[in-house]
């Protein structure tokens, strides 16, 4: 998932006509995905979510489009505003990852919440903010086993960054010590002290950070396939209906019926 920006070899046509302009940019937005630019991908759908709610507000909507006769489908004036809010909220940040665990500060369960509870939370209980998706496209190889840190752009607290670590293992394979003249000292000296860390670090070990990215990504994907579906089903009911008024005559204002 190693991604930084090229300088383009071609450019691409701007169409004037909103229904191609957007067919080209999801073409560009499906063949980042085809070949794992993740987060090319991801960025260039939360940009055109933006310019289509306004297309879709702005001159869709005013059109008062009659249903799409096919399927009953009528545009709606905006996206799915559930989907886009989370598509947004997980790629931009403030989402949460709600744990628990037990007095040997092993998980037992964990998920993602999009606001903090309200209640005061048990001593086995933690909320920590994830970073936002964007921020997790990496700055370093995440398959060089010779590095056991992966440098993200966003800084997350030390206890999430290192979790499952001792503070053995911190020291001697993550450099987590002072060293003296006389020998050398641990920053940790116990599991407790690690985890209670108000510390913040953008260099991660390498297995927080797939599962991380493996964590949100699961809760991200559906929301952009939503998001990405509904695109297309209202680009193609657009493009059914607008061709039908051509081809009848028939005004935007009024109901009509297809004769096969």
């Known amino acids: 998932m190693d991604e930084d920006a090229q300088t383009p070899h071609s450019v691409l046509l701007h169409h004037t006509n909103p229904i191609k302009n957007f067919q080209l940019k999801l073409g560009v937005i499906d063949f980042n995905y085809e070949f794992d630019h993740f987060f090319l991908g991801s960025g260039g759908l939360i940009d055109l979510v933006g310019e289509f709610n306004m297309w879709l507000r702005d001159d869709v909507f005013p059109m008062n489009l009659p249903k799409d006769p096919r399927s009953g489908y009528k545009i709606p004036k905006t996206l799915d505003e559930e989907a886009v809010e989370r598509f947004k909220q997980i790629w931009y940040g403030h989402v949460y990852l709600y744990q628990k665990r037990n007095k040997r500060y092993e998980i037992t369960d964990e998920t993602i919440i999009y ?73 940790f000296k116990s599991d407790a002290e690690v985890m209670q860390s108000d510390a913040l670090t953008m260099e991660i070990s390498r297995e927080v950070y797939h599962k991380l990215i493996r964590i949100i990504i699961m809760e991200f994907k559906p929301y952009k396939d939503r998001v990405y579906n509904e695109i297309n089903k209202i680009l193609r009911s657009f493009e059914y209906v607008q061709n039908l008024k051509q081809m009848e005559g028939i005004s935007a204002e009024g109901e009509y019926t297809v004769t096969y």
């Open 115 to 187: 606001d903090i509870p309200k209640r005061k939370l048990q001593w086995f209980e933690k909320i920590i903010r994830l970073p936002a998706l964007m921020h997790m496209n990496p700055k370093s190889k995440t398959k060089d086993d010779t590095n056991p840190k992966v440098l993200i752009q966003e800084p997350i607290p030390f206890s999430l960054a290192y979790d499952g670590y001792d503070p053995d293992q911190l020291a001697q394979v993550f450099g987590f010590k002072y060293k003296f003249v006389d020998g050398e000292l641990y920053m």
